[in-house]
């Protein structure tokens, strides 16, 4: 059985060489989407904000159809990209999903931008097709190469460097966000599409050091009018 020391080596929070921070915080994830919302591209606007409240794999996002997009219950579906295709029997897995809440904004503008609502009342065959399409096989999604180059270009505008300025550092930065905004381990675990949650569980390391960096800034506080007294 595999235990959290062997997670450790993939999924971790901080670089334990030089400690530095692998996530994105609340901080550059606010600069990120202002610089999303600058774009020329709406489609690209679209493409980081999906990111930004999916907390989806690039590649996850990218095959992101119109008819995974649920009006009534302001969500998205995404397919969750397995790293292990084959069960122990060698048999490929079943196609597993999950439905992630995002703001209702984003929903009217994606249906604004591809005219969803639309398209489910004539029931368009386009809606199965990719959002994000490749300009050579429209049925086919944007390559995930294309897909990183357009994150990238937002995060050099909004000024966003380091080891966190990564496509895993963005899909952290959900994961912190969500395990600071008191999501248990077991619902985040559905939400970021992990097979166990022991995987989820590093997202716990990093409420202890940020609950602690708040407790101190409340102290500060204290202190300082403890002394205008």
């Known amino acids: 059985m595999e235990t959290m020391t062997e997670f450790a ?7 334990p060489a030089s400690g530095q921070r692998l996530y994105m915080d609340a901080r550059e994830r606010e600069l990120f989407l202002n610089a999303a919302n600058e774009q020329p591209s709406r489609g690209h606007r679209l493409f980081c904000q999906v990111l930004h409240w999916t907390g989806a794999r690039i ?33 490929v897995k079943a196609p597993v999903y999950r439905q992630i809440p995002v703001p209702a904004e984003l929903i009217d503008a994606l249906d604004l931008l591809f005219d969803l609502r639309g398209k489910h009342r004539r029931r368009c065959a386009s809606l199965a097709l990719p959002l994000w ?71 716990l390391q990093v409420v202890g050091q940020e609950a602690h960096d708040l407790q101190m800034s409340y102290w500060n506080q204290a202190n300082k009018s403890w002394g205008k007294q």
Request: contains cysteine; proline residues 5%; positive net charge.
């Open 133 to 203: 399409p490749n300009q050579n096989d429209p049925k086919r999604p944007m390559s995930r190469a294309t897909g990183w180059r357009v994150v990238k270009r937002v995060l050099d505008a909004a000024g966003i460097e380091g080891p966190q300025a990564s496509p895993k550092g963005f899909r952290h930065g959900f994961g912190v966000a969500m395990a600071l905004g008191g999501r248990d381990i077991y619902t985040l675990q559905k939400l970021m599409g992990h097979e166990r949650p022991e995987t989820t569980a590093i997202y």
């Open 59 to 91: 590649t996850e996002a990218l095959e992101l159809t119109g008819d995974r997009i649920n009006f009534d219950r302001c969500s998205i579906t995404l397919r969750t990209i397995k790293k292990n295709k084959l069960t122990k029997q060698g048999q």
């Open 9 to 15: 080596s993939e999924m971790r929070l901080f670089d």
